[in-house]
């Protein structure tokens, strides 16, 4: 073969024809797979060991090839099988992790080498649930929070692109005090809240993806403590009040201890005592701390202002920190039933009798005489209480006292 060298020719085609100068030219092979131009996908949940594509290329010697990848990373993740170019993957993708490569194949004809580079795309499927952030979730509220307030935002994330990536929350199960807003996370009282009914509650949230084919979800709880608020008047117990009190106990003698206290169960305040109305003379003292009803003064049955007893009005009215009271009241009437002793002797209704009696009088003669006497305490206590005086003797006793008669003695 003669070869001809022109001065105006590229070096590339003098390397050519120098080399034809000892023999026939050896051109070199070339990849035809497209994705070299573009990007190949590889799915994220493709199997170890399985293939994810061939290099295809062309030797226009027909030379036999060999071929192969290159780069310490690239070499983890992929093998080439030399011969039939079936590239296969050799450790799990996660697009999460890692979702893109640039991976050099190369193709040998034994005597020249090419090499060219691909961009590998992990391609996402939904292998990831929903993650809750900044948990523990606990928010604590006041019983009075009004219905549409806004309390909570609970957070979740989810790596998945797609619909596999977009999350909406729920309740469950559902609940009748709260709702959750399913796109915001947003949680909100949709029903009056009482403290005294339920102190706390324990939500638990559903956050799911959106995947058509395989939704994932996870779980998260929510606390929700209700704190009281003095929102509930108090409330006297052991009632009906009603006792009896025997007219001659002394001065300071406890009638009955009265008790209210505070409905609020969060922190529930003392109480104060007071006597509204029914108190004759002030007769009775109430003690406003302790709600110990006393005796203050002297009873007598037999005054008419005592005679049918008393029915007190009594107060109770919750305390303030400092002692005050407040707007929390309640009231209930006490019935108190004054018991007779007999402590009063017969009387007559007169101190002296005078009355003129003719000597002709005849034995039962009817006189015109009327004597009355009069015993304050009532029938069935004359059997009680002190001894009635002795009777009065006369000894020399013209006549004899009868019931409403004076009647000459028989000689």
Known sequence: MRCHVATSCHV???????????????????FTNHFFDTYLLISEDTPVGSSVTQLLARDMDNDPLVFGVSGEEASRFFAVEPDTGVVWLRQPLDRETK???????SVSD???????????????????????????YSVRIPENTPVGTPIFIVNATDPDLGAGG????????SSQFFAIDSARGIVTVIRELDYETTQAYQLTVNATDQDKTRPLSTLANLAIIITDVQDMDPIFI?????????????PGTTVRIITA?????????????????????????????????????????ENPLYSHGFILTVKGTELNDDRTPSDATVTTTFNILVIDINDNAPEFNSSEYSVAITELAQVGFALPLFIQVVDKDEVSTRTRGPPDPPPIQTHHAACAVQPHLISVPGS
Do not use: M
């Open 12 to 30: 590339a085609w003098l390397l050519v024809l120098i080399s034809g100068c000892w023999g026939q030219v050896n051109r070199l092979p070339f």
């Open 99 to 105: 979702s893109e490569f640039t991976v050099e194949f």
């Open 238 to 250: 052991n009632l009906p009040y009603s006792t009896n009190i025997y007219e001659h106990s002394p």
């Open 166 to 173: 977009s999350v909406l929350y729920s309740f469950q199960p």
């Open 110 to 136: 034994h005597q020249g080498v090419i090499t060219r580079k691909v961009n590998i795309q992990v391609g996402d499927v939904n292998d990831n649930a929903p993650t809750f952030h900044n948990q523990p």
């Open 261 to 301: 206290i505070d409905q609020d169960k969060g922190r529930p305040r003392g109480i104060g005592y007071t006597i509204v109305s029914g108190n004759t003379n002030s007769i009775f003292a109430l003690d406003y701390i302790s709600g110990a009803l006393t005796l203050n003064g002297l009873l007598d049955r």
